[in-house]
């Protein structure tokens, strides 16, 4: 205490080991060796278990440094041997036994297996994993024995990447922190000018007995250390970090924990996030007497030839429904219509509403048809005979595609309304037809669609002016500037993604709307926490200042009355770490 006193008044500043340090002695000068005594044991005790508590919140996170293994089972020269996993490069082959923990990040060759992801996304559940799935360090082996290909050194992985994320956080001051912190610096300099008063004023102007009137200075010294104070703060900001992190939900700082707690409005993205992001087809309606066979078979053999996300669900449908692709020949793309091409010496063409139109082939028909599809917001593929020499043309049947709402996207969006979300945006480049069908199936109060980037951070701006706070979901790379133009930054399902772990305030690591709330509710539950750590160590404060001045209050009562309230305020801030509690 005295050594940390001594270099603070070096350094021109004053804090709690000063005046506790200003107590004892005053102590002692008066007689009350006991008191002093009791001053330096009950305080150096406080320090102790502060350090302690202090402690338990930043070992919480470095425990995910032991998740994964020191060697790894290499292929070298033929055989698999143990090898220090920090000396493994990219592109080795690595062995991973059942139950064995996954030591670097890679790529599955051969095996499959179940593999429990909790230390990195936050799954209860193993996820079934098999050639071509990535995994990740620290995770955890299943029954199976599995071959991977690494794709990140050990300093790279995803939970090197995730603790140092998380460290970085801890070290950066929220706005209540920076208010506490410098609250102190005027605060404790006060007291001191305030024990000197009270020690001097009633003795040279009442007459006060200067024995009586120096303990209640020293009392006053002992009680104002604004130890429960100072480190009501950080100890809620690092035991809710971390508590996140145990998620999957990697917050990059108090000021963003904070924030999250302050948000009233979110805007949302729609494909990838209330959407999956993978078109798929819903429906094959035959035309001209065709079966959905024949439909799917020369949709299929023409865009196998594409990579547009429409001809890929189209072909992926056709093979999970068993049917053998045909060789197409004279394929030719036409840009923003569809394709055409032949098959067995017939032309056959797929495309959207506008290539049937041009082709000649539209009825009124099929324009009625057309109309209901796209009225349910899904995009549609005419698949048909192309009109060429005695041919007329003619449509053989329709494709409904679509980008499927999430599963539980309507329950999540009831969870973050009920955390205390007021209004809900969605933001979409897609057409306001299509945007409106989408929030209406997953319950989203406002949807706007045919915005340019720069219209969804006009958008933003208005729920900020309208709300006050705004979060934004996104994917953390295409939607960046919205991102960064929002209070609160979102972006989901990125586990692996470099760019999106560096450009997001908040990552969530699996593609799960649920997480969101919970980060909302514990961002609020936080800053509801560190309120009450304030208002209670201020409060305790002034009532002890007011028992000290009127001579109700003695040394030890005063040092109690600090030590306590530093440890309920510590002890309020670890119930964050509760494993069940949000």
């Not at 000068?29 to 502060?50: D, N, R, T």
């Not at 508590?243 to 904070?258: Q, S």
Request: hydrophobic fraction near 50%; include cysteine.
């Amino acid at each position: 205490m005295a050594p940390n006193a001594l270099r603070s008044l070096r350094s021109f500043s004053l804090d709690m080991n000063v005046l506790m340090t200003v107590a004892v002695i005053g102590a002692v000068s008066i007689g009350q060796h006991a008191e002093g005594a009791a001053v330096v044991f009950l305080f150096s005790l406080s320090e102790l278990l502060e350090s302690w508590s202090v402690g338990r919140a930043r070992r919480a996170i470095q425990a995910l440094m032991q998740l994964t293994p020191d060697v790894a089972l290499v292929k070298r020269d033929g055989v698999f041997q143990e090898v220090p996993a920090a000396e493994v490069s990219i592109g080795e082959s690595l062995q991973v036994k059942s139950g064995a923990k996954i030591p670097l990040d890679g790529t599955i060759t051969a095996g499959a297996s179940t593999v429990d992801q909790a230390p990195i996304t936050g799954e209860s559940m193993p996820v079934e994993k098999g050639p071509g799935d990535t995994v990740f360090a620290g995770t955890i082996n299943g029954e199976g024995s599995l071959e991977i290909q690494t794709t990140k050194a050990a300093g790279d992985t995803t939970i090197a990447r995730i603790i140092k994320m998380v460290e970085e956080a801890q070290e950066k001051r929220a706005p209540v922190q920076r208010f506490v912190d410098s609250f102190a610096k005027y605060y404790t300099p006060a007291v001191m000018i305030l024990a000197v008063l009270v020690c001097l004023v009633p003795p040279l102007l009442l007459a006060a007995p200067w024995m009586d009137w120096i303990y209640r200075a020293l009392v006053l010294l002992v009680i104002a250390c604004p130890c429960a104070l100072v480190i009501s703060t950080p100890v809620s900001v690092v035991a809710g970090l971390t508590a996140m992190a145990r998620r999957g939900v990697l917050i990059k700082g108090g000021a963003h924990l904070e924030a999250l707690g302050r948000i009233r409005a979110l805007a949302v993205d729609k494909t990838g996030t209330i959407t999956e992001g993978k078109p798929r087809v819903f429906e094959v309606l035959p035309f001209a007497n065709a079966s959905t066979e024949e439909i799917l078979r020369i949709a299929a053999a023409i865009d196998t030839h594409s990579t547009h996300p429409l001809a890929l669900a189209v072909v992926r449908h056709a093979k999970d429904s068993g049917i053998s692709l045909e060789s197409a020949e004279d394929y030719r793309a036409r840009t923003g219509r569809g394709a055409e091409a032949s098959i067995a010496g017939h032309d056959y063409f797929v495309g959207n509403h506008r290539f049937a139109h041009e082709l000649g082939v539209c009825s009124d028909q099929l324009e009625g048809r057309l109309a209901e599809i796209e009225a349910q917001a899904k995009s549609v593929v005419i698949v048909g005979h192309r009109p060429h020499a005695d041919c007329v043309g003619e449509v053989l049947g329709i494709l409904t595609v679509g980008d499927a709402i999430r599963p539980n996207a309507a329950e999540a969006l009831r969870q973050i309304h009920a955390a205390g979300i007021r209004k809900v945006v969605m933001l979409s480049g897609d057409n306001t037809r299509t945007a409106n069908a989408i929030a209406k199936q997953a319950g989203i109060d406002e949807a706007r669609g045919d915005l340019l980037p720069a219209d969804k951070i006009e958008a933003i701006k208005q729920l900020a002016a309208e709300f006050g706070s705004v979060g934004m979901i996104g994917d953390g790379v295409n939607d960046a500037p919205a991102l960064a133009a929002a209070d609160v930054g979102i972006a989901m399902g990125i586990a692996g993604t470099d760019t999106a772990i560096e450009t997001a305030d908040v990552a969530l690591m699996r593609d799960d709307l649920m997480m969101v709330s919970e980060a909302i509710r514990l961002g609020r539950r936080t800053l509801g926490i560190i309120r009450f750590n304030i208002a209670f160590a201020l409060g305790i404060k002034a009532v002890f200042l007011s028992l000290a001045i009127f001579g109700y209050a003695t040394l030890w009562m005063a040092v109690l009355a600090d030590t306590g309230a530093t440890l309920l305020v510590v002890a309020n801030a670890l119930r964050l770490l509760g494993k069940n509690r949000q």
